[in-house]
């Protein structure tokens, strides 16, 4: 079946730094969606992609769905000590079911 | 407020007994799933209901049961028939048209003893 591709597995930054992530796949995915996880908390939607190109904001993040539909990537700029977190990217695929990445592990240092 | 609603947080139970997580959501969301989440990895997808009455087995369906006779509650049982049964549990619920984003509850972390 569809499978993402999320990359990097984990990150460690200094507060301040920038931070890109990304979600590949094989196969053309019709949706992106990018989510962020507290521990011990259910994901929350950060960003919700429906076309082609297109590039969404929301405050400091940044996401775009892949022209080739094939990939999407999220920036967050200027991180802060509460963008620590899992942040995991997701898509609807050819079947319709919604498909998630492994996720990426983000730690800022203060 | 709307939302999806997850009860207990946290739920400790002896090997061997079937125990049943709860999720309620008021959001008149036709479609309702549940995920099981271990540590360090993706959410993976046990069962799903797109409408009352009627539900899905998703990947690792095995030992678990669920139920949806209201279109509010989605309840899922975690069977003596899992082998593996600690984890956290994650409930999500979207409005059933194609492309719809999924909403999650808070997660409960079952620990069987």
């Known amino acids: 079946g569809q499978q993402l591709n999320q990359s990097p597995q984990s990150m460690f930054i200094q507060e301040g730094e920038d931070v890109s992530m990304n979600c590949t796949s094989s196969s053309i995915f019709n949706t992106w969606l990018w989510y962020k996880q507290d521990p011990g908390e259910g994901p929350v939607l950060l960003i919700a992609?429906?076309?082609?190109?297109e590039l969404t904001s929301n405050g400091r993040l940044t996401a775009q769905f892949g022209i080739t539909r094939k990939d999407s990537f999220l920036n967050i700029s200027a991180s802060i000590p509460s963008d620590v977190g899992i942040y995991f990217c997701a898509g609807h695929g050819n079947t319709g079911k919604l498909i998630f990445g492994q996720g990426t592990t983000l730690q800022v240092k203060p | 407020d709307g939302g999806i609603t997850q009860s207990p947080k946290y739920l400790f139970r002896k090997e061997g007994q079937n125990v049943t997580l709860s999720c309620e959501q008021n959001?008149?969301?036709?479609?309702m799933y549940w995920y099981r989440q271990d540590p360090g990895q993706g959410l993976r997808l046990i069962y799903y209901s797109q409408i009352v009455n009627d539900f899905q087995k998703g990947d690792i369906a095995e030992g678990y049961s669920v139920s949806r006779e209201k279109k509010e509650s989605f309840p899922l049982t975690v069977t003596s028939a899992q082998k593996n049964p600690t984890a956290f549990y994650l409930c999500?619920?979207?409005?059933?048209?194609?492309?719809?984003?999924?909403?999650f509850g808070p997660g409960t972390r079952l620990t069987v003893l």
């Open positions: 999500a619920s979207t409005s059933g048209r194609a492309l719809d984003t999924q909403y």
């Open positions: 992609l429906y076309k082609a190109g």
């Open positions: 959001l008149n969301h036709d479609a």
